[in-house]
């Protein structure tokens, strides 16, 4: 959703949710949001910064006994992030986006290890994502329609080796009004 607060200002917000294989397990739910305060450089650049607030819950069972969970986990972050967008038209209603931001985030994990032994963990970590779209605007309806992809990395600050990977296809449709 995009919100236009006059010709240079606008807010928005991007939500996906996922659920998918790993190499050790699976995520059983995949929250991830981001909230940015968008500023207008010209008809091709915009810069912003925002909130990216991210919840996981995942289990474990590859490599081990299909009746004994090595863990479940449920991790909450929250965090700010800076970055720049790129418009580029293509004809008069189809468009190449691109858009890149730094990332900081302070994660809460809770690990439950099975046999009633848990273990709670706060990490900080440091993360990019990346986002490239053809985009096309269906001006009657104020929407967008995107089709593209996206790569997002956060990797511990304490340099632990722990990287939280996700990335694949997008398709979003972004309404935008204004006020």
């Known amino acids: 959703m995009s919100?236009?607060?006059n010709n240079?200002?606008?807010?928005?917000?991007v939500y996906y949710y996922g659920k998918y294989e790993y190499d050790y397990g699976r995520i059983t739910k995949r929250h991830d949001s981001d909230l940015a305060l968008n500023y207008r450089l010209n008809d091709y650049l915009k810069v912003f910064a925002g909130v990216k607030y991210r919840r996981i819950e995942a289990d474990s069972n590859k490599g081990s006994?299909?009746?004994?969970?090595?863990?479940?986990?449920?991790?909450?972050?929250?965090g700010p992030g800076l970055g720049?967008?790129?418009?580029?038209?293509?004809?008069?209603?189809?468009?190449?986006?691109?858009?890149?931001a730094g990332l900081f985030a302070v994660r809460k994990a809770e690990y439950d290890l099975g046999f009633g032994i848990k273990n709670d963990k706060t990490y900080q970590s440091f993360?990019?994502?990346?986002?490239?779209?053809?985009?096309?605007?269906?001006?009657?309806?104020?929407?967008?329609?995107?089709l593209g992809g996206r790569y997002q990395c956060f990797m511990d600050r304490?340099?632990?080796g722990i990287q939280d990977k996700f990335y694949g296809i997008t398709l979003t449709a972004t309404y935008s009004?204004?006020?």
């Not at 006994?65 to 929250?78: E, Q, R």
């Not at 993360?127 to 995107?146: D, E, K």
């Open 3 to 5: 919100v236009k607060i």
């Open 8 to 13: 240079d200002f606008n807010v928005t917000f």
């Open 65 to 78: 006994s299909p009746t004994v969970t090595i863990y479940n986990l449920k991790a909450d972050s929250i």
């Open 84 to 100: 720049l967008n790129a418009v580029y038209p293509l004809t008069n209603n189809i468009f190449l986006i691109g858009t890149g």
């Open 127 to 146: 993360g990019y994502n990346i986002t490239t779209a053809i985009a096309y605007y269906i001006q009657p309806v104020s929407t967008v329609i995107n």
């Open 158 to 160: 304490k340099d632990t």
């Open 177 to 179: 009004f204004g006020i």
